[in-house]
């Protein structure tokens, strides 16, 4: 599992940025016909950051150059047939890099989208998309090696993200009806699972399948795993 440290700062005018009637709100397009912003990490030197999109690629965006291709990864292009079919073939992985060794720690995980470890490491929490709930592991203390339910308060959530140490997380959401996701909104909350914030984002994004919020510097920087631009919003 790969850590990046979150230092970037980036300019409030961007030179291939767009903003919205609210100028609260700024989007970054996606050049060509690619879509899908769907997950963020960010440069240490904070002069950039990546994002993967659809076709397989990883982009990177600087603000003198704007968006740029970076790498390209295989894609996953199943997401639709595994929610129809409910699949719950998900797991968890540790890896070890000093030993390479590679350990399951937990199966059945329902449209596993995305995962977490608290500010304390003492747990780690997994989104399960398809069946509305987020399970914790935990990692140290009494209970370490088993899996429990942490919350079920958030619809269909996609990537969890830890917004620094102060406990809390961003969850991107959505209601996952019969045609197409509707209602995208960030959802914060805390390390219990209670609900602090809900961001509706239905004026931004539409229906768009929203697929991460992650802050930084009084910023939400927000994914999509089908739409034509990156979103960033002032809290």
């Known amino acids: 599992m790969t850590s990046f440290v979150f230092l970037i700062s980036l300019l409030l005018s961007l030179s291939s940025s767009v903003f919205s009637d609210d100028a609260s ?11 899908g912003p769907e997950a963020f990490a960010f440069d240490t030197t904070g002069k950039a950051f990546f994002t993967g999109v659809s076709g397989g690629k990883i982009l990177k965006y600087t603000a003198d150059k704007g968006f740029e291709d970076f790498a390209e990864i295989t894609t996953t292009s199943e997401v639709l047939i595994a929610v129809g079919l409910k ?8 890896y070890d890099p000093a030993t ?13 989208a995305g995962c ?11 989104t399960e998309f398809i069946k509305s709930n987020i ?3 935990w990692i140290t203390g009494p209970k370490a090696g088993s899996t429990e339910d942490f919350t079920s308060s958030v619809s269909n959530p996609d990537n969890i993200k830890r917004i620094g140490a102060t406990g809390n997380f961003w969850v991107a959401s959505v209601k996952n009806k019969v045609v197409v996701p ?5 959802v914060k909350i805390d390390y219990s699972g209670k609900v602090l914030q809900t961001i509706s984002l239905k004026n931004e994004f539409g229906d768009t399948l929203l697929s991460e919020a992650n802050e930084l510097d009084g910023k939400l920087y927000i994914g999509t795993l089908t739409g034509p631009f990156a979103g960033i919003m002032k809290l």
């Open 182 to 186: 509707t209602d995208p909104s960030a």
């Open 116 to 126: 977490a470890v608290s500010s304390d490491g003492s747990f780690v929490l997994v």
């Open 135 to 137: 399970k914790k592991y």
């Open 25 to 35: 709100f700024q989007k970054l397009p996606i050049p060509g016909k690619r879509s």
């Open 87 to 94: 699949d719950a073939s998900g797991k968890l992985f540790k």
């Open 100 to 112: 390479k060794a590679v350990t399951v720690l937990m199966e059945g995980i329902s449209g596993g």
